[in-house]
């Protein structure tokens, strides 16, 4: 089971990654400047979660507390999806520069959720450790297990993502994916460990459940937003090469023009 939570943590890392790019498209530009600050920030709070993922595992390591890290995750996600449109809007009107705006923007949003998702990889081996009762000499074959299934998951959310899901149904609705998926493997999670008494139990399912709930009630709004402005004569969406915007626009003389904009 711990091992299925470290390979679906790792697709959710690359697949947020690859979905990052267009999310920031339409404020900053697709250029290698954007693709650098977005893959430096990841990275850099990736290697922050790692370590205090090991120190947290080392002091109190539990399926419960797992959980809350892997939930914590989800809920930091679907506020990407929730707050990106506002806060990219704000770090425009600063005028920084790109590679400066970049950064920024990149630590405000992708920041959080790279920590917390950082800090699973070796707080679900100490875990995994303890429940399992492995001995010493035997501990480098789990590692490596976790670490491989962990890379395995990320290089499946890398083409998954890149080829099929952000082109499928969008950068937006792809982000409510993966925090859904996310509350999902928190409860699996939950489900990895003992089993405590039965309303106890209960309990620790509430907020992957209300996370679920959010994730399907903010993916109907997009929807009903997206038709909204179909209605307009407005579409927005994401192709295999880019983030796409037509729309018509009158001009002094009173004629209409089809407008085409690719950030």
Partial sequence: MLELVAFLCGGAVMTLE????????????????????????????????????????DNSPSVKKLAGIILAAAFSVLAIGLFHSGLLAAVGKLG?????????????????????????????VRVALQLRGTPVEKSGALIGRFAALSAIGSIAGTF??????????????????????????AALTISAGRRPPGKKRKALFIGPVLGLVACALFSVLQFYRQYD???????????????????????????????????
């Fill in 96 to 124: 920084l520069r790109t590679e400066f705006g970049a950064v920024l923007a990149a630590v405000a949003l992708f920041g959080p959720s790279s920590l917390l998702l950082g800090m699973v990889s070796p707080y679900i």
């Fill in 18 to 57: 690859m979905t990052g790019s267009r999310i920031l498209a339409p404020y900053l530009g697709g250029s290698i400047l954007v693709w650098t600050a977005l893959i430096g920030v990841i990275l850099a709070f990736l290697s922050v979660g790692y370590w205090l993922g090991g120190k947290l595992a």
């Fill in 160 to 185: 998954l993502g890149g080829y099929f899901f952000i082109s499928w149904i969008g950068s937006r609705m792809t982000v409510y994916m993966i925090a859904a998926l996310l509350m999902l493997v």
């Fill in 229 to 263: 402005e179909l209605a307009r004569g407005v579409v927005k969406t994401d192709t295999r090469y880019s983030h796409i915007v037509i729309m018509d626009a009158r001009t002094a003389e009173g004629r209409v023009l089809r407008q085409l904009y690719t950030p």
